[in-house]
Structure formats: C-alpha cells, structure tokens
C-alpha cells in the first residue's frame, strides 16, 4: 500500500495529475466510506425494489379489485415522475410530517434520515418497473400450467411462489437487468439530498483539491465496474437457473 | 418435462434498450391537478391560509415558471437534436464491417450508456472551460449549454442503441436480396435497411425525447436556472411554507404532463400502427 501511495504522490509532484484518495489517508477513507454507502444504497434499493416487484405482481393478480386499481395506481405515479423529484417529495414533504427525534449530541434530527429516504424511494422508483416486469413475464406462462397447479391442490399464493414466479422470473431477467442497472446508476441522485455517496464525497474532495478530471475519470470506472460486475452476476444467474426448453 | 414458452412483446421491446418507457395516462393530469387544488384547500380547513393565496401565487409566479421551463424545453430540444447526430454516426459505426471502428463504437455507447446522467452533468460543468476561443471567435458556454452537452452524451449512446436494434431487426434475407442484386454495402444500408428500420426507430426516439425531458431537471443539481431550480426561488420568495410544497411542485409537474403526455400518447399509437 505505501508503495502506491508513494507513487501517486509522486505522479502528483511530478505531473500534476493529483489523485489525492490514493496517498492521502483523509481523502482515502472518506472516499472508501463513499464507495461503501454507494454499495450498500444499491444493495439495499435492489433488494427492496425485487420485494416490491415481487409482492405488487402478486396483489395485481388479486380478486379484490381496490387493491389492484391502488398497485396500478402506484405504478403509474412512480413510473411517470422524475425519480429526483419523488427523492424530493419523500426527505422534504414527507418528512416534514414526521416527529424528530434527539440524538446523542441532544440535537433535534429528522426520524427518518436522508440514506433511509433514498433507499425507500429509490426501491418504490424501481419496484414500480419491477411489478411491470415480472407482469409481463407471468403473461408469458400459459393459463394451462397455472390451470394444473390449481388441480393439484394449490393456493393463489402458493401457485405463485412455486411456479408462476420461479417461471416468470426466468423469462423476465434480461429485462430485470436493464432496470438494476439502471437503479444502480440513479443511486447518484441520492446526492441532492446530501447522503454522502460516491459522487457527494468526490464532490467534496474535487472541491478540496481542486482535482474534478481526476475524481470524474475516478467515479466513471468506478461506475463501469459496478454496473460490469452486476451484468456479470445477473448473466451467471440467469444461465444457472436456466431450464431448457424455457423461453427462447 | 420440456415447457416451451413465447416471449411476450413487451419484453423483447425492453431487451432491446435500457430506458424504460414512459407511459402517461390522461387521469395522470386530472390527479396532479386533484393535488394542486385540494392541497391548498386542506391547508386551509387545517387553519392554514385561504386557499385562493396559493393559487394567487401560482398566477402570479406563472411567467418566470413558464420562462424556466421554456429552457427545460430549449435545453432537451438541443440535447436531442446534437445527441441525434452524434448517436446516428455512432450507431452506423455500431453495425460496420470492420472490427476495430465496431469495437471502439461499442466501447464508445456501453460507457455512455451506463454512466449515472447525473455524473456526466457534473463532468461537462466542471470540465468544460467558461467560453471557448476559436481562432479571433470567443464563444460563451453558459451552464445550461455545458447541461446541453451533458444531456446530449447519454442520448448519443441510447440513439446508437437505437439505430443497432433496428437495424436488427429487418431480417437478414433483405441484406442477402440486395448483396444479389449488386448493391455495394453501403448502398445495402442506405437504400434498403434504414428506410425499412426508420419506422421502428421512431417509437424509441420519441420515448427516449419524453425521458431527456423529464431528465433536464437533473441541471437544476447543478445550478442551471431552470424550472425546478425557479420552483424552489418561488418557494423561499413566498416564505417556504409547507402549504405552498405540494400545489408548487405539483404546478411543475403539470407543466412536464401537458407537454410529454402528447408525446407519450403518439408514441403509442404508432407502436400499434408498427406492430399491426
């Protein structure tokens, strides 16, 4: 590690070219910090929007019809709006009707923090797409199969869970991919509401060291690498649950 | 046992472009415009201020809003029409022969279509330098122009996508047909696969127009004094009560549903006219 950061403070006296969060300890952890915020953003709106997708597909396909009109009406206010004006609408007008509560320092804090607002919104922004996916990928299961699992005894819920949704969930992925990804790359909204993710600490540390072509290039591969590493992982999902003879 | 499954439509149009697609109802509008007036008139039965003040103050405000969002509109027009250029060069490089301008082509869209749009504002506001000299012409970059090419970037990439896909698409017995009848390879392209892939390209371009829209509310992050950003003066200007939240941004909000819904709706009815 010394050697590196012997390096690019060297590259930094010699050329100019300033990566500061490679040789200096501040800049390095908070950008770290950054990039484990930005992690754990993703994680946990991926995982929120796949529980949404999952439980709104079921309750559209319910008898009652109120629930379904309010999923649909659900999706399509979350489809059509800015996903950076719904950010807004949850950490400044919800939160507004929420109690604040003391911290350790006796301070009065919102109940509810910026990083908890991002990720509920960003998990109903994308969970919105979600229930629209898995949709149409239970239109693709012929009525017969469904049909069959209600002969043999099973539930609404129960023919849900073990066949439409293993079934819709393989034809659905490669479209599933394209919508976490494209989750991945508006957690960067969640700067505008100050969680201090990878663009909100690289902001702070261009800011300081006056080095945005080097940070820029920074996020850019650091983006690159995210969104190549979760393709990846969604392909070798989607080639692990393949059942032959399924879908094209 | 062997299940054999078809796809149905609407994934094989999502496996074809990462952008999700906007779909805008009618009662879209009636509900923003429930919000804008009820709002204000729930405030007021909960001892806020009378009802007909927010709406005062959205009259009054109209022009500089309208005005804000005249440049939202300037700034998607110019986005489109620069990223259109840009990703139809792109997009041709996309299905050319040689490998080298295939595989730089490529590297060029996959970058520009999974960077965040919001870092790339970033990088066009910072990087790009206050005016540009160009021989004895000293030429101005405004923020909202920097946003333009910010904007215009992403849109390339997707366009390029765009282009690829429809080229694609038109089976490969027509290339065969006109290798056969002498056509060159790019008479093949110009003459007989674009003027039968344009029809299939307009659907996604003009979604991909309702979604650069919608994103140039991203420039406010980055200071550009656009409709979100004038949104937001109104509300300190007025006091920046809770009460005036809800029917401001709701305003806004209607503003963006009168001008995509259009959009939206032809998209759709050319879709069906496409697929019938």
Known sequence: MGNIAAWFSH????????????YDPFDG?????????????????????????????????????????????????????????????????????????????????????????????????AGAFNIEIFRSGMEAIPAATIEAAESLGFTRAKTYIHVVLPLALRVCLPALTNNLVNLVKTTTLAYAVAVPELLYVSNQIWSDSDNVPEMMLVLFIIYMVLVGFLVFAMHRWERWLRVPGLGT | MRVFLELPPTLHRASTGSLPALRLAPWHGAAILLIILATPLYGYAAGGPAPSS???????????????????????????????????????????????LRATAWSITQFFRNAPWLILLFFMMYLLPYSLHLGGLTLALPDWLKAVIGLALPVMANIAEILRGAVQSIPPSQWEAAESLGFTRSQQLWLIII???????????????????????????????????????????????????APLYGYVLLLFFIYTYPISWATRWLERRNAS
């Not at chain 2, 309208?66 to 990223?83: P, Q, T, V």
């Open chain 1, 11 to 22: 590259l930094n006296d010699t050329t100019g070219i300033n990566f500061t969060i490679f």
């Open chain 1, 29 to 125: 952890s908070r950008f770290l910090n950054g990039f484990w915020l930005t992690l754990e953003l993703s994680a946990i709106s991926i995982i929120g929007s796949l529980l949404v997708g999952i439980a709104g597909a079921f309750a559209q396909g319910a008898t009652f019809a109120p629930l379904r009109w309010m999923v649909a009406a659900y999706i399509q206010l979350f489809r059509n709006t800015p996903p950076l004006v719904q950010i807004f609408f949850f950490y400044f007008g919800v939160s507004a009707f929420l109690p604040s509560v003391k911290n350790s320092l006796g301070m009065s804090q919102p109940l509810v923090g910026g990083l908890a607002w991002a990720c509920i919104s960003l998990s109903l922004f």
């Open chain 2, 54 to 100: 927010a709406l005062a103050v959205l009259v009054r405000w109209t022009p500089l809003l309208l005005r804000g969002f005249g440049l939202n509109i300037l700034i998607s027009f110019m986005s489109m029409a620069i990223g259109t250029l840009l990703g139809a060069g792109l997009g041709i490089a996309l299905i050319s022969e040689r490998i080298a």
């Open chain 2, 195 to 245: 003027p039968q892939g344009f029809r299939r390209m307009i659907p996604p371009w003009m979604n991909l127009y309702a979604i650069l829209t919608t994103s140039t509310t991203l420039a406010s992050i980055v200071g550009v004094n656009e409709v979100v950003t004038l949104a937001g003066q109104v509300l300190g200007a007025e006091g920046g009560g809770p009460d005036l939240l």
